[in-house]
């Protein structure tokens, strides 16, 4: 079945930082991926996708480019700050007929002035 | 425009009686997809309700039950609660695409269930 492995934490990084969380699927098909932030306290909150190989999905400063040779993607961020510290899950979401979302098990980041 | 909520925000069961959740999905948002989130892990599929009916299942036992009504709000039920079912409830919801599966889940708080 489908999964998704995440890079285990937690990772703690001084502000300003280059941040990079690793992720790498297992699905048949053609998933969409995803990476969701969860801050403390609060439900999911969707930060980037992509639907198809070689895009690149971004926001906030937050990028991941989906890698179909390698099955990944990889979260990065050039220059970390205070409020991005939370969980952060990629998941991945199956093809018509297959529409769950599959998560890893989270990367909690915190940044430190 | 209010997004997806979720009711009550946290519970309080003892072992062996019944739960009722409830989500009411963002606006234009056809179909509502639960979640279980035992702490420190990610999401688990629960199930998806589109059209009032059950269309997908994750590996949950039949004790979750659930519904959809017409106005596309959803209940999570839990019977017979065991204390592995303390945990974040998870509700999303999403537009339903026309060709090709759904669109982006958007999630609410959650409910966080606590069984003693």
């Known amino acids: 079945g489908d999964s998704v492995t995440q890079m285990e934490g937690p990772v703690t990084l001084s502000e300003e930082a280059f941040l990079t969380i690793n992720c790498t699927y297992t699905a048949t098909g053609y998933p969409s991926l995803f990476w969701y932030v969860q801050y403390p306290g609060e439900g999911l909150q969707l930060l980037l996708k992509a639907t198809k190989a070689d895009d690149k999905g971004s926001n906030k400063g937050f990028e991941a480019t989906y890698r179909k040779e390698t099955t990944s993607f990889h979260l990065e961020k050039g220059s970390v700050q205070v409020s991005d510290s939370a969980v952060y899950f990629c998941?991945?979401?199956?093809?018509?007929?297959?529409?769950?979302?599959?998560f890893g098990t989270g990367t909690r980041l915190t940044i430190i002035p | 425009d209010a997004g997806v909520t979720q009711s009550p925000t946290h519970l309080i069961k003892t072992r062996g009686q019944q739960v009722t959740l409830r989500c009411s999905p963002k606006?234009?948002?056809?179909?509502v997809s639960w979640y279980q989130q035992a702490l420190g892990q990610g999401p688990q599929f629960i199930f998806q309700y589109y059209e009032e009916e059950e269309r997908q299942r994750g590996n949950f036992p039949d004790r979750f039950s659930g519904h959809q009504f017409p106005n596309y709000s959803s209940e999570l039920n839990v019977n017979a609660l065991l204390l592995g079912d303390s945990a974040l409830y998870l509700c999303?919801?999403?537009?339903?695409?026309?060709?090709?599966?759904?669109?982006?889940?958007?999630f609410g708080p959650g409910t966080r269930l606590l069984v003693l």
């Open positions: 999303a919801s999403s537009p339903r695409k026309r060709a090709r599966g759904l669109e982006t889940q958007y």
């Open positions: 606006s234009g948002h056809d179909t």
């Open positions: 998941a991945l979401e199956g093809n018509f007929g297959n529409e769950k979302l599959t």
